[in-house]
């Protein structure tokens, strides 16, 4: 994917080593997680590990658990695999994949007569707090419709490539634009309506309705990609595919088999890897977001 001469979003939020603690009050974004730990301790330590002959690099590292002793890890295990170098330049690309969903989102809008409201991004590690509550690193990159935030712990690229077979920068770039597909549907009113419907039905019902509001959020990514590479020119040779792969793996049937071993369809939430390398196909193909009904469509 060419992105690097793209531009940076305005609206990203840093939070990446915050510690999001169940009972803390808001916190004001800050930077790094180096930005942990600090004071007098981290003094006493700088001076120990001269003495010493301890790199002080080493020591800064643990005074994150040293100072606050509890349970909470600093940073996720999944940043073990990403060296700072590797985790900025994730971030940087997010940047510009949130930006060039900005600009084409907004075209769209105005070409039927509506305003698009842009969606903040907000980078973490380890646990957040949004106003859907606490989150775990765990759970994925989420979309949150009472703040309009998109949520990414950037380690779960790591899980993208090695657990889910899924690498690729275009794979990276599909996830962000389905976060922000699930932006579009609640800016439309569809998330909220498709609530409202979940909340009176059963549990099946509920689960069909899940898969369709995930569909149309995969569809509306591809809805993306299509005018991106229309506008701009991102897409490069073998990108389409990795964006297609990424869709089928994490398809609820084969997350399902990888976790349990065997597919229990009835309790799919996000759709099967052909549906949603279908409904992605879909919006890539088409740019239409008229196509990506697929509350009405006769096959999901
Ligand atoms: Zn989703």
């Not at 120990?48 to 002793?69: H, I, K, N, R, Y």
């Not at 295990?77 to 060296?83: C, Q, V, W």
């Not at 380690?155 to 090695?162: A, E, R, V």
Request: one cysteine or more.
């Amino acid at each position: 994917m060419r992105w690097r001469t793209g531009r940076r979003s305005d609206n990203i939020e840093d939070r990446r080593g915050v510690r999001a603690g169940a009972g803390g009050g808001v916190r004001s974004p800050v930077g790094r997680r180096t930005a942990a730990g600090g004071g007098l301790g981290l003094l006493l330590l700088l001076v120990l590990g001269l003495l010493f002959g301890v790199d002080p690099a080493l020591l800064v590292g643990l005074t994150g658990s040293m100072q606050e002793p509890d349970t909470r890890r600093e940073v996720p295990a999944g940043y073990a695999g990403l060296t700072a170098a590797r985790q900025d330049e994730l971030a940087d690309f997010v940047s510009v994949v949130l930006a060039d969903t900005e600009d084409t989102w907004r075209e769209l809008f105005a070409a039927g007569g509506a305003r698009y409201r842009e969606p903040r991004l907000v980078l973490f590690s380890g646990q957040v707090r949004s106003a859907c509550g606490f989150a775990e690193a765990a759970v994925g990159p989420f979309y949150c419709p009472g703040d309009e935030k998109v949520y990414i712990d950037l380690s779960f690229y790591d899980d993208l490539k090695h657990r889910f077979k899924a690498p690729g920068d275009f794979a990276q770039a599909y996830v962000i634009a389905h976060e922000v597909g699930h932006h579009v549907q609640n800016l439309l009113g569809i998330s909220p309506e498709v609530s409202r419907a979940q909340r009176a039905a059963g549990r099946a019902e509920s689960n069909r309705l899940s898969v369709m509001l995930e569909l149309q959020a995969d569809c509306f990514a591809g809805v993306w990609a299509h005018h991106a590479d229309r506008d701009r020119s991102i897409l490069e040779q073998g990108d389409i595919e990795e964006g297609l792969n990424a869709a089928a793996q994490i398809g609820d049937d084969r997350m399902q088999r990888r976790s349990a071993g065997f597919v229990v369809p009835d309790s799919f939430t996000h759709g099967s890897s052909e549906q949603r390398v279908r409904w992605f196909r879909r919006g890539l193909q088409s740019g239409s977001m008229q196509g990506c009904n697929s509350f009405e469509a006769a096959r999901l």
